[in-house]
């Protein structure tokens, strides 16, 4: 595929804690929406590689390692919470001088987005969550407190380095031969860090429950579920749900698609973001 587009890959001190983006953008495209991609649990923006270039032909993208996991720092002392998730980005969006974005997050990163609706809505004109989190409560109070027990990082190392990665990742997908060396190469690049799993204790810790049905059907701006029929990590009843407790919201379906949606359909959700953000976009106001 050609390459139409700027690219400015690097590391950034945001609020006090170093965080990798990959901003992918063309400057002719002023006032045209930004997308901002978030990545999921024990993800990275390697999750966006294909979809990245088919969005990028009609915006700019902005893609972000959220602390503790891909290239960002795994910081002891940043507050693992959705909340600060969702202000980090904008605090990054601010130092790009991003006014507005839509706002696009899969798997965990999918509440990441609605945060970032919820506490900012003037800055997020749409929404679309990918196979998102849904529903969660927050860690049971034994699981956080026991996460303060100074071995409770080599026990969970111990956990994940005894998987068969490649099992693991062929199960999110629908079509198991589409996983390769490369993909399990670089989805456990995290588990070779020992920072990693510190962080992996302050995000169970800290992260607060997916935001309540209340509370969804006070965001209103514009949001676009694309989802797996075959999930097995996010059940499809999930986004139905989702779908019925956001005001404004609509739901797409992939046939023989599982949980990785970005990545098993690419061209197909760029396809369906494209027509979701151009549709009503009389007053793009974002700049690259």
């Given at each position: 595929?050609?390459?139409?587009?700027?690219e400015?890959?690097?590391?950034?001190?945001?609020?006090n804690?170093?965080v990798?983006?990959?901003?992918?953008?063309?400057?002719?495209k002023?006032g045209?929406?930004?997308?901002?991609?978030?990545?999921?649990f024990?993800?990275?923006?390697?999750s966006?590689r294909?979809l990245?270039?088919?969005l990028?032909?009609h915006?700019?993208?902005?893609?972000?390692?959220?602390?503790?996991?891909?290239?960002?720092e795994?910081?002891n002392?940043?507050?693992?919470?959705f909340?600060?998730?969702?202000?980090l980005?904008?605090?990054?969006m601010?130092i790009?001088?991003?006014?507005?974005?839509?706002?696009?997050?899969h798997?965990?990163?999918?509440?990441?987005?609605?945060?970032?609706?919820?506490?900012k809505p003037?800055?997020?004109?749409?929404?679309?969550?990918?196979?998102?989190?849904?529903?969660?409560?927050r860690?049971?109070?034994?699981?956080?407190?026991?996460?303060?027990?100074?071995?409770?990082?080599?026990?969970v190392k111990?956990?994940?380095?005894k998987?068969?990665?490649?099992?693991?990742?062929?199960?999110?997908?629908?079509?198991?031969?589409?996983?390769?060396q490369?993909?399990?190469?670089?989805?456990t690049?995290?588990f070779k860090d020992?920072?990693?799993?510190?962080?992996?204790?302050?995000?169970?810790r800290h992260?607060?429950?997916?935001?309540?049905?209340?509370?969804?059907?006070?965001?209103?701006?514009?949001v676009?579920?694309?989802w797996g029929?075959?999930?097995?990590?996010?059940p499809?009843?999930?986004?139905?749900?989702?779908q019925m407790?956001?005001p404004?919201?609509?739901?797409?379906i992939?046939?023989?698609?599982?949980?990785?949606?970005p990545?098993?359909?690419?061209?197909?959700?760029?396809?369906?973001?494209v027509?979701?953000?151009?549709?009503?976009?009389?007053?793009?106001?974002s700049?690259?």
């Open positions: 595929m050609t390459q139409h587009y700027l400015k890959v690097e590391t950034l001190l945001v609020d804690v170093r990798h983006y990959e901003y992918y953008y063309q400057e002719q002023v045209k929406p930004v997308i901002v991609l978030i990545h999921g024990v993800s990275s923006t390697y966006f294909h990245i270039p088919y990028a032909k915006y700019s993208v902005l893609a972000i390692d959220l602390p503790g996991f891909g290239k960002s795994k910081s002392s940043f507050f693992y919470s909340h600060n998730y969702a202000h980005i904008l605090s990054l601010t790009l001088k991003i006014e507005e974005v839509i706002a696009t997050g798997s965990m990163g999918g509440q990441v987005a609605l945060y970032m609706a919820k506490i003037e800055r997020v004109k749409k929404v679309v969550l990918l196979s998102s989190s849904g529903y969660l409560k860690a049971k109070r034994q699981y956080r407190y026991a996460s303060y027990i100074p071995f409770a990082p080599r026990l111990s956990f994940f380095i998987r068969d990665y490649k099992d693991a990742l062929s199960y999110v997908v629908y079509n198991k031969e589409t996983v390769s490369q993909d399990v190469s670089e989805y690049k995290a020992e920072r990693f799993y510190h962080s992996l204790m302050r995000v169970l992260r607060e429950g997916d935001l309540t049905a209340e509370q969804l059907k006070r965001i209103h701006q514009p676009l579920l694309l029929k075959h999930d097995p990590v996010i499809l009843y999930i986004g139905k749900r989702l407790d956001l404004n919201a609509n739901i797409v992939f046939e023989e698609t599982g949980h990785l949606v990545e098993e359909r690419p061209k197909e959700v760029a396809e369906q973001m027509k979701f953000i151009d549709k009503d976009e009389s007053h793009p106001s700049n690259p």
